[in-house]
């Protein structure tokens, strides 16, 4: 990783595109949400909205949920004493009805731990109402939360939602049983599982100003959270699926720090896509300005911008490769300046990650390797980022550096596998102790 000089722009952030409805600030709060000392709160997990769709797997997203309970499990990567979770209804044309939510230590399965369980209020009360396009964070509850440890947490909506806004690839299991199962500490009720997650896009953690767990050695409160921002090289596909082997998971193992993965499979800098969500420019605020206690974004994106052309040109090519326009070095390097202004706008560190080699993959071709090239060498040499960490090296083939190294590629030559992941984690995490 070069570390150009270190600087912070003071930029306005870019209208419109980055905009997004929020209900409930992103910082301090009080226990229960009224009346009590100030905390400092670190996003200790999250994952980006989509839109509903079919998706790749089968998801619950387009029919929604019914007089449901929804279960999902997640490891958090931040501590505290106390955690609030983040509902996004982003996607919804109606409000959401929520009936009410839980929160627990995770035990196995859809089972969570006798004696963990709390129930949340949003506003003092136990059930909330998110209007269409916007998100709600809920009061923080009382709940010792180590790092690295998984958490539980069940919505049950006694009406019908309609369309859920969702994330797609979670590459871990999501739980669903009929009727309100929110206090089960078993799981037997949950008798359908998918892969994807619904509605849920944050969990907070978060301690009193002045203890000891949201502060740093100097004593002052710390903000030292990362977020990985990217497409599905950071959403982990490739990964084993229910083990926690995303590049961010192994990032947060090394580093100690708060990792949230702002990954979206497909996505793209410049265009917006059905399948792969809003451009990155248009989700930037929403997914990386908008979360406490983070300091630095490592931005890895691109490849789809400059592949799915060289894809949506081979014979018989998916629909979901649309839009596919060529996209220009100059164009992308534009887009990762907006990234940057926004960034550097809230005194965030921006690290740019070139490109990972992708030769043999449907990406692949004489476009996409000339910009590639391109675009790795600015971010090398233009110093706009305020650092870089050279992902196309490090997992390069010895016997041909447009190719990812056989040892760390999963089977489609675009995407690293368990291995090429911590590589790439190993990678951030000696970069940023520099």
Request: hydrophobic share 35%.
């Amino acid at each position: 990783m070069s570390t150009p000089s270190r600087r912070r722009i003071a930029a306005p952030l870019v209208a419109g595109a980055l905009a997004v409805g929020i209900l409930a600030g992103p910082g301090e709060a009080a226990p229960g949400g009224v009346g009590a000392a100030p905390v400092d709160w670190n996003t200790a997990w999250g994952a980006s909205p989509q839109m509903p769709s079919t998706g790749f797997t089968p998801n619950w997203s387009q029919e929604g949920f019914s007089h449901q309970s929804v279960r999902q499990v997640v490891r958090a990567t931040g501590s505290g004493d106390m955690v609030r979770i983040r509902l996004s209804n982003a996607y919804g044309t109606s409000p959401l009805h929520l009936t009410g939510a839980t929160i627990a230590r995770t035990a196995q399965g859809a089972a969570i731990e006798k004696g963990s369980v709390r129930h949340l209020t949003f506003g003092g009360r136990g059930s909330a109402r998110i209007p269409a396009h916007a998100e709600l964070r809920s009061d923080s509850t009382t709940l010792r939360l180590k790092r690295l440890e998984s958490v539980t947490v069940t919505l049950y909506f006694a009406g019908t939602t309609g369309p859920a806004t969702f994330h797609a690839q979670g590459w871990t299991d999501t739980y669903r049983a009929d009727g309100d199962h929110r206090s089960d500490t078993a799981g037997s009720a949950y008798t359908s599982s998918t892969a994807s997650w619904y509605y849920l896009s944050g969990v907070e953690a978060g301690a009193s100003q002045g203890g000891t767990s949201a502060r740093n050695a100097g004593g002052r409160p710390s903000k030292d959270g990362i977020v990985v921002f990217g497409d599905s090289i950071t959403d982990g596909f490739g990964s084993t699926p229910g083990t926690d082997r995303r590049y961010s998971d192994a990032l947060a193992e090394l580093t100690g720090r708060p990792v949230v993965n702002a990954g979206i499979g497909g996505n793209l800098v410049l265009n917006d896509s059905a399948w792969f969500g809003e451009r990155a420019t248009a989700r930037f605020r929403r997914d990386v300005l908008d979360q406490p206690g983070i300091s630095t974004v490592v931005i890895l994106q691109g490849v789809n911008d400059i592949g799915f052309s060289e894809a949506a040109a081979r014979p018989d090519p998916p629909a979901t490769y649309k839009p596919a326009p060529t996209v220009s070095s100059r164009e992308l390097i534009a887009g990762y300046r907006e990234l940057i202004r926004a960034a550097h706008s809230r005194g965030l560190e921006a690290v740019g990650a070139t490109l990972l080699p992708f030769k043999g993959s449907d990406h692949w071709g004489p476009h996409a390797a000339r910009v590639s090239n391109e675009v790795n060498d600015w971010i090398r040499r233009a110093g706009e980022f305020d650092a870089y960490v050279d992902f196309d090296t490090a997992l390069a083939a010895p016997s041909d550096p447009d190719r990812l190294d056989p040892a760390y590629a999963s089977e489609d030559a675009l995407h690293p596998d368990d291995t090429g992941y911590r590589v790439m984690a190993d990678t951030v995490a000696r970069a940023l102790r520099h």
